[in-house]
């Protein structure tokens, strides 16, 4: 196993660890730090993989993710959490332990759900694809467990973070243009969940989604 | 000249948008938005002749494309843009409410969703496309909770959360369908370009197309709503301002539906009708189930017209399952019906809303005695939406009905006439009862629709039934853009 196969499975690790701990810590602004870590982690498989693949564009690549999902967004998430205590789950859908275990049973589906893209073509990076489809399924189980709305934005930004590490994973990358403009629309699209969830707050007093409840058949 | 036929439809609304912002609401801008969408429509009609003279045309190095379909598509975000946008000013002076903030940013967002679905329809390539329908669930959800209301807020949050999670999903899909199109040998510019996907279909991996597909599938279902990714729809297409339900009605769900489309156009060759056949199939079959069921105890309007949607985008899946280009000139004729009905369906049910100070069906009644005007156009547009001749509706169903024989869904088609004619008999009823059920007879006093909004409204309801009649001056233009880009 040369070097660069090592650097690579230490990041996709703290990446995969940084999703299953935001499924641990329930309150925003420990999610919040958890998902800048993964950020970091993001940008340093881009880093590794245009290491080992000479493939220079992607430390830019590499220099925007890390700066769009390590400070931005987290930042974003982390000026929306207020002191109060509101902003814990205080009534979670699934407790800790049983959605710990849920996490492992999606890692293991996620492993045999890749298995067709990994055998596409059997690289390291290749190899360690499950691990993205992994998040993008626990950043689906935090969306529906969750019932708070700052909580949903974290489930949100795991599934793009898992996408995204797919992406790099699978092919280097998508092309460049697609890259901006997908990094453009998740931006705008947290900065909009932030600012409904400010007005819902102001409306409703908490930003529990469970006080939604007026629309209905 | 087709470089400039590119740029025109995005170019113009986000002009106006401009506009807006700098200039506010005012008399001389307020029909900017109705300007832009004339501007969109004269561009389809030109790029729908030079298409159906010359083929398709591309540009920007296949970043962007035109075809039938395309020009289809963009001819309806002119058509019902006009409509929609000629009912905003009404709307706005209907609300006294509104500050001189919100109407400019009412007018900005307008032409910026404008803008995005015509890049949607325009984009050569499947990641362009996505950032462009991503863009439209960013610049909606605002006009989706303009009124500020709690309901409107909840809908809006529901509507970014379960729509972005669904693009979310679609994205998946496409870095799926760029892997398995990088190991069949594209380089990294054509991996994601329609005609060369479409062109090196048999040489993806199955496997690995099959999860994208399914991915693709489910993603741009949510924002076409589809089941399972379809609880947004109702909440939102009821809270949000009439001319905005029209449009995210009327084009939004059918751009939607235009990728889904295109990606069969890559699925089927590959690997083989019976796949996406299935998936289509339960989730046109799911939604019309739902829609149906929900139809039955509706008790207002807006979201009865919600959920009518879900039953026609229900039944256009369907066609989309069955895939002949019997069945997909089929589904398009009833995407240009359902968009003109739902248009005028919705901005009518606006003025309603504006003089009856209600949304409950229970609430209005006789409204054909009351407002002769405004009750004709709203029975008009649920007629056609219940798919009475002479509106189109009726010819684009039966259409539908005959390729799924003909393709042996006779199942699948049997199922969802069923299901139509329950979503039928639960419409009529409530439409009956917000039309002729008893209450005051006397004709209501008030303002009545005046001449410059009643005309849209007419007009489209005349070519909507021209088109049941003869659909002969699209007729060309529809069966090309069966096609989808061959």
């Not at chain 2, 929609?84 to 032409?111: D, K, Q, V, W």
């Not at chain 2, 309603?352 to 005695?369: C, K, Y």
């Given at each position: 196993m040369s070097a660069d196969a090592e650097w690579l499975d230490l990041a996709c690790g703290v990446f995969l660890l940084a999703a299953v701990a935001v499924v641990w810590r329930r309150d925003a602004a420990a999610n919040a730090r958890l998902l800048a870590v993964q950020g970091v982690a993001l940008a340093a498989i881009a880093v590794v993989l245009g290491a080992d693949q000479h493939h220079p564009e992607l430390y830019a690549v590499a220099a925007g993710v890390g700066v769009l999902r390590a400070v931005i967004l987290p930042g974003i998430l982390r000026r929306a959490v207020t002191a109060r205590a509101e902003d814990r789950e205080s009534r979670p859908l699934m407790n800790v332990g049983a959605s710990l275990l849920a996490s492992a049973v999606l890692v293991l589906l996620a492993y045999t759900a890749a298995a067709p893209m990994v055998r596409l073509e059997n690289t390291s990076a290749a190899r360690a694809l499950p691990v993205g489809l992994a998040v993008v399924l626990i950043g689906l189980l935090v969306l529906v467990t969750r019932r708070k709305a700052l909580s949903q934005i974290a489930g949100f930004l795991l599934l793009d973070n898992g996408i995204t590490a797919i992406a790099f994973l699978a092919a280097a990358g998508v092309p460049l243009l697609v890259e901006l403009g997908v990094s453009f629309d998740l931006l705008l699209a947290v900065l909009v969940l932030r600012v409904l969830s400010n007005r819902l707050r102001a409306s409703f007093g908490s930003a529990d989604l469970d006080d939604l409840r007026e629309l209905h058949d | 000249m087709n470089t400039a036929l590119f740029i025109a439809p995005l170019v113009a609304p986000i002009l106006a948008a401009a506009?807006?912002?700098?200039?506010?609401?005012?008399?001389?801008?307020?029909?900017?938005?109705?300007?832009?969408?004339?501007?969109?429509?004269?561009?389809?009609?030109?790029?729908?002749?030079?298409?159906?003279?010359?083929?398709?045309?591309?540009?920007?190095?296949?970043?962007?494309?035109?075809?039938?379909?395309?020009?289809?598509?963009?001819?309806?975000?002119?058509?019902?843009?006009?409509?929609?946008?000629?009912?905003?000013?009404?709307?706005?002076?209907?609300?006294?409410?509104?500050?001189?903030?919100?109407?400019?940013?009412?007018?900005?967002?307008?032409?910026?969703?404008?803008?995005?679905?015509?890049?949607?329809?325009?984009?050569?390539?499947?990641?362009?496309?996505?950032?462009?329908?991503?863009?439209?669930?960013?610049?909606?959800?605002?006009?989706?909770?303009?009124?500020?209301?709690?309901?409107?807020?909840?809908?809006?949050?529901?509507?970014?959360?379960?729509?972005?999670?669904?693009?979310?999903?679609?994205?998946?899909?496409?870095?799926?369908?760029?892997?398995?199109?990088?190991?069949?040998?594209?380089?990294?510019?054509?991996?994601?370009?329609?005609?060369?996907?479409?062109?090196?279909?048999?040489?993806?991996?199955?496997?690995?197309?099959?999860?994208?597909?399914?991915?693709?599938?489910?993603?741009?279902?949510?924002?076409?709503?589809?089941?399972?990714?379809?609880?947004?729809?109702?909440?939102?297409?009821?809270?949000?301002?009439?001319?905005?339900?029209?449009?995210?009605?009327?084009?939004?769900?059918?751009?939607?539906?235009?990728?889904?489309?295109?990606?069969?156009?890559?699925?089927?060759?590959?690997?083989?009708?019976?796949?996406?056949?299935?998936?289509?199939?339960?989730?046109?079959?799911?939604?019309?189930?739902?829609?149906?069921?929900?139809?039955?105890?509706?008790?207002?309007?807006?979201?009865?017209?919600?959920?009518?949607?879900?039953?026609?985008?229900?039944?256009?899946?369907?066609?989309?399952?069955?895939?002949?280009?019997?069945?997909?000139?089929?589904?398009?004729?009833?995407?240009?019906?359902?968009?003109?009905?739902?248009?005028?369906?919705?901005?009518?049910?606006?003025?309603?809303?504006?003089?009856?100070?209600?949304?409950?069906?229970?609430?209005?009644?006789?409204?054909?005695?009351?407002?002769?005007?405004l009750g004709g156009i709203f029975a008009a547009a649920l007629l056609a939406l219940l798919g009475f001749p002479p509106f189109s509706l009726f010819a684009s169903e039966l259409a539908l009905a005959r390729a799924g024989f003909d393709a042996h869904l006779g199942l699948v088609i049997a199922a969802a006439l069923l299901l139509l004619l329950v979503a039928f008999a639960a419409m009529a009823n409530h439409g009956a009862r917000m039309l002729l059920g008893g209450g005051e007879s006397a004709p209501a006093s008030g303002p009545t629709l005046s001449i410059p909004t009643r005309f849209p409204l007419i007009t489209a309801l005349v070519v909507l039934a021209a088109l049941g009649i003869t659909a002969y001056p699209i007729s060309t233009l529809l069966t090309t853009a069966a096609g989808v880009g061959r």
């Amino acid at each position: 196993m040369s070097a660069d196969a090592e650097w690579l499975d230490l990041a996709c690790g703290v990446f995969l660890l940084a999703a299953v701990a935001v499924v641990w810590r329930r309150d925003a602004a420990a999610n919040a730090r958890l998902l800048a870590v993964q950020g970091v982690a993001l940008a340093a498989i881009a880093v590794v993989l245009g290491a080992d693949q000479h493939h220079p564009e992607l430390y830019a690549v590499a220099a925007g993710v890390g700066v769009l999902r390590a400070v931005i967004l987290p930042g974003i998430l982390r000026r929306a959490v207020t002191a109060r205590a509101e902003d814990r789950e205080s009534r979670p859908l699934m407790n800790v332990g049983a959605s710990l275990l849920a996490s492992a049973v999606l890692v293991l589906l996620a492993y045999t759900a890749a298995a067709p893209m990994v055998r596409l073509e059997n690289t390291s990076a290749a190899r360690a694809l499950p691990v993205g489809l992994a998040v993008v399924l626990i950043g689906l189980l935090v969306l529906v467990t969750r019932r708070k709305a700052l909580s949903q934005i974290a489930g949100f930004l795991l599934l793009d973070n898992g996408i995204t590490a797919i992406a790099f994973l699978a092919a280097a990358g998508v092309p460049l243009l697609v890259e901006l403009g997908v990094s453009f629309d998740l931006l705008l699209a947290v900065l909009v969940l932030r600012v409904l969830s400010n007005r819902l707050r102001a409306s409703f007093g908490s930003a529990d989604l469970d006080d939604l409840r007026e629309l209905h058949d | 000249m087709n470089t400039a036929l590119f740029i025109a439809p995005l170019v113009a609304p986000i002009l106006a948008a401009a506009l807006y912002l700098g200039l506010g609401w005012r008399r001389a801008t307020a029909h900017a938005a109705t300007a832009t969408a004339a501007v969109i429509l004269a561009d389809a009609v030109t790029l729908a002749v030079r298409v159906l003279r010359h083929g398709p045309i591309d540009a920007a190095s296949g970043w962007l494309r035109a075809d039938a379909l395309t020009a289809f598509m963009l001819i309806g975000i002119g058509t019902i843009g006009l409509i929609a946008a000629s009912a905003g000013p009404a709307y706005l002076a209907s609300h006294g409410a509104e500050t001189e903030r919100s109407r400019r940013r009412y007018g900005a967002l307008i032409c910026l969703f404008l803008a995005a679905m015509s890049a949607g329809v325009l984009a050569g390539n499947l990641g362009l496309a996505w950032i462009a329908i991503e863009a439209t669930t960013i610049v909606t959800a605002f006009l989706v909770g303009h009124t500020g209301s709690r309901t409107a807020l909840e809908a809006a949050w529901k509507y970014t959360v379960v729509c972005s999670t669904g693009i979310a999903l679609a994205l998946l899909g496409l870095v799926m369908l760029y892997d398995a199109a990088r190991h069949a040998n594209l380089n990294e510019t054509n991996a994601l370009n329609y005609t060369a996907l479409t062109a090196h279909a048999q040489a993806l991996d199955p496997a690995v197309l099959r999860m994208a597909v399914a991915f693709l599938l489910l993603g741009f279902g949510a924002k076409a709503g589809l089941v399972p990714l379809h609880s947004w729809l109702p909440d939102a297409h009821s809270q949000a301002p009439a001319p905005v339900s029209a449009l995210m009605s009327g084009v939004l769900l059918p751009v939607a539906i235009s990728q889904i489309l295109r990606i069969t156009a890559i699925a089927n060759p590959a690997l083989g009708t019976g796949y996406s056949r299935t998936l289509l199939s339960v989730m046109g079959l799911g939604t019309l189930l739902i829609a149906a069921l929900a139809l039955i105890r509706q008790r207002d309007y807006k979201r009865m017209l919600a959920y009518s949607s879900m039953e026609h985008m229900g039944l256009i899946a369907i066609g989309a399952a069955i895939g002949t280009p019997l069945a997909l000139a089929a589904i398009l004729l009833h995407i240009a019906g359902h968009g003109l009905a739902k248009a005028v369906a919705f901005t009518s049910a606006g003025h309603i809303l504006a003089t009856e100070h209600t949304t409950s069906i229970d609430r209005v009644a006789n409204l054909a005695h009351r407002r002769p005007v405004l009750g004709g156009i709203f029975a008009a547009a649920l007629l056609a939406l219940l798919g009475f001749p002479p509106f189109s509706l009726f010819a684009s169903e039966l259409a539908l009905a005959r390729a799924g024989f003909d393709a042996h869904l006779g199942l699948v088609i049997a199922a969802a006439l069923l299901l139509l004619l329950v979503a039928f008999a639960a419409m009529a009823n409530h439409g009956a009862r917000m039309l002729l059920g008893g209450g005051e007879s006397a004709p209501a006093s008030g303002p009545t629709l005046s001449i410059p909004t009643r005309f849209p409204l007419i007009t489209a309801l005349v070519v909507l039934a021209a088109l049941g009649i003869t659909a002969y001056p699209i007729s060309t233009l529809l069966t090309t853009a069966a096609g989808v880009g061959r």
